[in-house]
């Protein structure tokens, strides 16, 4: 009976050591910053009966830039954080497309404004440019990392 009671009370202190270690972990996480800011933000998901062209979502983007009480605003395929995402392969200064796993997230320009994203080098998006990205320090340390290579990241 009493090596009963001493596992038991063995397990049980096990338990909450556990426990304790798992409230630590999700306070650092829960105050952890996420890199944007969600103050102030509202996110409209909107849902068409048939495709619609793109000249289309941009009026609607000007359409709710210009409403009153709307300080800014911008488009994107689906809200950070929101677990979806979209893969592809990425083609570097007109190379083949690399296979890598490139996880992506069409914005509008403006977005980052809107989110609050600093940008550490480069440009925000403009309306005229091409097919360009926007990428994280990880992308540019692994792919732009020699200085020698003379290449910009937009």
Known sequence: MRLLIAAQSAFCFIVL???GLFITTFERLSNQTT???SDRILNLETISRRPQQAVFWRQALEHLRATSGVE???MTMWPLMSGESAVSFVSIDGAAPAEMFCDLLNVSPGWFDVMKIPLIDGRDFRAE????????QA???QYFDDAKSGRSLV
């Open 72 to 74: 800014t605003a911008a």
């Open 139 to 141: 992308f540019a340390k």
């Open 129 to 136: 440019d091409g097919p360009v990205a926007i990428v994280n």
């Open 17 to 19: 050591l556990v426990a």
């Open 35 to 37: 890199g944007f800011s």
